[in-house]
Structure formats: structure tokens, C-alpha cells
């Protein structure tokens, strides 16, 4: 089991907001321009798709000050409904958190939302591209020393979705970000909709779709 971390087992929407919205203060963009981008990829990615022209320096202070104010901005941020069962049910050498931020935000989230910690995490700080890439998934799939066909990916992000398809891994929605998403082979609300087990042969999920 491959979860992403914001939006499927953590909500931090807010957090995510403000600080995108600080980010087009700064440039006197509207934030209208990084809205659709700002779940599920990682900052560098998503100033190359909006603002390209801001690079080198600029781009590198920036993309700090923004990770920085999400990682100090947890006041709502707290586990999705069943994010906490689903994690309890699951044995430690089984599942991974694959998000887009970086290890300092990841760890900051994690520990805001009560969640256990994972024994493989898979953040921006890993790979060299970020989702929609599928660097991110198949990394977490070779850590867990799983082949990537019997992975299943738990997504609430378009982005996430696609680096789950390109790692031929099989993907569960949540629909927390976006009132739908195409590619996944079944979509529930949020996790309290999903039962998880796991015995000999693997993990198990049974959702009410």
C-alpha cells in the first residue's frame, strides 16, 4: 500500500492555500495562476508550469520561504476521517507515504496530524522528479521490496494518479481534493469508506463505492 500524504491522509488544504497565496503576493501574480497546480507536485515543478521566467536565486529563496511557512502552519492541520484506522490495520513493512513536499514539511504534517511513521517515506528530498512522474512510486515500491503491478496507490490528487498509472500500479481515490478523478480503478470519499487488512498473501481493501 502506497498512500500520498496531503489530501489522503492528511488534510493541510488550508495550509497549502495560504502559502501558495503568499507565494503570488510576492510575484503580484494572482493566485488564480498556481491554484490548479498547488496539490500533489512538487514547488519546483509548479513554478516551471506557472512562472517559468522566475528561476535560478529568485525561484530557490522562494520555494524555501513557502516550505518553511507550510512546515511552521499546522494550526488545521489533522488526519482525513480513517486515515488513523487504515494505518493501524496495515504492518509497518507494508505500506509507505509518497508525497511531493520535502522531508521537512513531510515530517511536520506527519507528526501534526498524529499519524505513525512510516518506515518508508518517499519525499521531494528522493527523487529528481517529482509526481506525475513515477520516480516517486517506483522508489516506494523498491524500498518495500514489492513489485510495482501489486501495489495499490491511494490518491486524491490528479498529478498522484498519473504517477501511479506510469508506474502500472493500481490506484484508489479519495475525493477530498477534486469531485473526481480519472485513471482509478474505484474512488471513495475519504477512508472511512475503505476497510484495510492484510495477512500471508498481501494487504486487502474493501470500499463502499
Known amino acids: 500500500m502506497l498512500f500520498d500524504l496531503d489530501g489522503t491522509l492528511v488534510d493541510s488544504g ?61 494550526v488545521d492541520v489533522f488526519a482525513i476521517p480513517g486515515a488513523l484506522d487504515a494505518l ?8 509507505a507515504i509518497v508525497t511531493s513536499g520535502d522531508l521537512r514539511l513531510a515530517s511536520s504534517r506527519i507528526e501534526a496530524a498524529g499519524l505513525p511513521r512510516p518506515r518508508v517515506l518517499i519525499t521531494a528530498d528522493d527523487v529528481q522528479l517529482g509526481k506525475p512522474h513515477p520516480a516517486p512510486y517506483l522508489l516506494a515500491a523498491a524500498r518495500l521490496r514489492a513489485e510495482p503491478g501489486r501495489c495499490l496507490v491511494v490518491e486524491d490528487a490528479p498529478a498522484g494518479v498519473q504517477a501511479a498509472a506510469a508506474a502500472t500500479m493500481t490506484v484508489l481515490g479519495v475525493l477530498t481534493s ?13 477512508l472511512t469508506a475503505a476497510k484495510f487488512t492484510a495477512d500471508r498473501l498481501g494487504v486487502h481493501v474493501v470500499a463502499d463505492f
Open 14 to 74: 488550508a495550509s497549502v492555500v495560504r502559502a501558495w497565496q503568499w507565494v503570488a503576493d510576492q510575484l503580484e501574480r494572482p493566485f488564480s495562476l498556481f491554484a490548479p497546480y498547488v496539490h500533489g507536485i512538487p514547488a519546483d515543478q509548479v513554478f516551471e508550469t506557472v512562472v517559468p521566467e522566475v528561476s535560478g536565486a529568485q525561484r530557490a529563496d522562494l520555494v524555501e520561504r513557502m516550505l518553511s511557512r507550510q512546515a511552521e502552519d499546522t
Open 88 to 95: 493501524d490495520a496495515l504492518p509497518t513493512p507494508r505500506w
Open 178 to 190: 477534486a469531485s473526481r478523478l480519472a485513471g482509478v480503478a474505484h474512488a471513495v470519499g475519504d
